[in-house]
């Protein structure tokens, strides 16, 4: 019970924190080079994929994603104000311009719902 009561508020923190860096950025245009960050996330594509779909049950989705959320959340994951264990490896090393890049390019996937659940 209480290390979900933990997790919880680890989530509702790392959301702020995204939601003040997306906030603070106040840039919704792109910055990045989607060729350079398709060049990038090759070292993302052991838990994201290459395509931007989870290959892991720990990672997330993140093609498709809006690229000011992406830049937030890679930061956050940089300054450590957000925590995961594969992250805190990869994090660090990117440059801001690397997370400008890497955004970009995953914002940039195509996404197409082709089954609406209940239907």
Known sequence: ???VRLKARQLVLSSLTSLSLLAASG?????????AGRAKAQMCQAC???D????????????GQIEPYLVAQLQAFKSGARKNDAMSV??????????EDLAAYFSAIEINVVKMPGR
């Open 1 to 3: 019970m209480i290390s």
């Open 27 to 35: 840039s919704v245009c792109s910055a990045g080079d989607v060729k």
């Open 48 to 50: 994201h994929g290459l």
């Open 52 to 63: 931007g779909l989870s290959k892991t049950p720990d990672a997330p989705n993140i093609a």
């Open 90 to 99: 990869v994090a660090p090393s990117l440059s801001d311009r690397d997370i």
